[in-house]
Nanobody
Framework: EVQLVESGGKLVQAGESLRLSCAASGDTFDDYAVGWFRQVPGEGRQGLSCLSTSGFDYSDSAKGRFTMSINNARDTVFLEMRRLKPEDTAVYYC???????????????????WGKGTLVTVSS
């Protein structure tokens, strides 16, 4: 089973960019849809982007500033975040679901396996 490890979170200033990584340990993402989510205390996990056999999909909150990509080995996905705002402060997670086993991979309840997350803090 794929194990997910996120990295890249840190404290940044508003307006800066940051790239997060999610590595699949012991597997690739070939048989999965993989998504990026974020969560602030007291709220549910918000879907940002997803890669599936249908390609890349983005939530409205991610369109225009966030870009998801995957490496050639297909074992690491990235989330490039630009023009960061204080409201982007959250724990960022990647998650997977077996391809074909879901309806909408931007919905957190559809995802089966999660990483532990990486904290992004944006100061004003």
């Amino acid at each position: 089973e794929v194990q997910l490890v996120e990295s890249g979170g840190k404290l940044v200033q508003a307006g800066e960019s940051l790239r997060l990584s999610c590595a699949a340990s012991g597997d690739t993402f070939d048989d999965y849809a993989v998504g990026w989510f974020r969560q602030v205390p007291g709220e549910g996990r918000q879907g940002l982007s997803c890669l599936s056999t249908s390609g890349f999909d983005y939530s409205d909150s991610a369109k225009g500033r966030f870009t998801m990509s995957i490496n050639n080995a297909r074992d690491t996905v990235f989330l490039e975040m630009r023009r960061l705002k204080p409201e982007d402060t959250a724990v960022y997670y990647c998650a997977t679901v077996i391809e074909g086993d879901y309806n909408d991979c931007l919905q957190s309840y559809e995802m089966e396996r999660w990483g532990k997350g990486t904290l992004v803090t944006v100061s004003s």
